[in-house]
Structure formats: C-alpha cells, structure tokens
C-alpha cells in the first residue's frame, strides 16, 4: 500500500532556440496560460533593453557582482553569450520548484548541457524555426539590425540548431497557438512523470 501523496512536485524545463526563433514570446504565452508555471530569472551582465526591469526580465549585475556570486557557486550554471555573462541562480530554481512549480529555463546551447548533466530530472526543448529563411526574416523585423548582425545570428542560429537533437523535443515555432500548446503538453507531461516516479519511490 503506498502512503498518502503530499503536494506535487514541480517539472524543470530547459528551453533554448535560435535569436529570432520567438522563445521569448512562446514562454510568455505558456505562463499566461498555466499558473503552475513559472520563468526562472536569469543574472547577466548584459544592459537592460528598453522596457527590460529588474528582477523581472534579469537580475542585472555588473561584472565584478557576477563573478563574485559565481565564485560563491550560487549557480546552478553559467555561460558567456555574445559577450556577456548569464547565470541560472541556484536560490531562483529552489525556490520555485518548492513551491511546487513547474520552472522554465530560458537558456542557451551551453547551459543546456550543463543542466541536463547536473539535473538528471529536467525536460529539455528546443524552438525550432519554421525555416532559416523565416528566421532571418524575423530578426530583420526587428528592425534593429545591420545586415552583418542578421548575417552573424544567421551563423550562430545554425550552429545552434545542429544541437537541437540532443534535446528530448523539438517543437517548431510556427504558428504561436499551436507551440505553446506543444510546449504545454510537454510540461503537464514531464510534471506528471516526475509526480509517478515519486509516488512509485514511495510504494
Ligand atoms: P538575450 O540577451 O537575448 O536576452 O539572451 C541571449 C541568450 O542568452 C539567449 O539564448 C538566452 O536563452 C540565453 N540566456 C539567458 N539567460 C541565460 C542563463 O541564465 N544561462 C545561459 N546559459 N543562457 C542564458
């Protein structure tokens, strides 16, 4: 017989994908949407953009402030992207999945990695692009950058993309209903597996 269930346990997901591929808006749409899930606020050294707050977006720090937390280990993972610092803050992930939420890591192909072989327990997924072509389009969009900066995430987007098989899914971000659906089902479902394994750990 097992014993009486306590609360659910939280799913950890790492979500990573190409500059341009829309990961940020597809996040948004899935917290929207799903109270049980939370965003994991990154550190970075990086400047805020326009309408970017603290704690919100990032935890914005200076150089000397992210080394220092870095030495501390105070990071479940850090990388240097494009130049900058960004760090996954230990206490930020605690927290949330003892509260019993299902925590979303928006991360790169580096931390990735680092998580998947420290966490054991977290579902990895990767945005995909309907295709190169649409996501260059997407960056132009923005309206922000050169071409030489479209040319060069172009660049960077497929190196990342060529790591999207050692994810466990891959969803491609075309129509944004029909992704954040996917990424909804792949939560519920890794935070109903995590939950069955407990319960089996219990019986
Ligand atoms: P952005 O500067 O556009 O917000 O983010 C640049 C890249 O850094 C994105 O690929 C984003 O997923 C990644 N990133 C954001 N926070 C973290 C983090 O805490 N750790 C790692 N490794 N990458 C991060």
Known sequence: MCESRSADKGALVIVSGPSGVGKGSLVREVMLRDPLTRFSVSATTRAPRPGEEDGKSYYFLTNEEFLLRRAQREFLEWAEVFGNFYGTLKSEVDRLLGEGYNVILDIDTQGAASVRKLRPDAVSVFIMPPSLAELKRRIARRGTETPEVIDLRRSRAEAEMALA???????????????????????????AAVNSNKENAQC
């Open 165 to 191: 098989p050692e994810y466990d899914h891959i969803i491609v971000n075309d129509d944004i209903e029909i992704a954040t659906g996917e990424l909804m089902d792949v939560i519920a479902a890794h935070r």
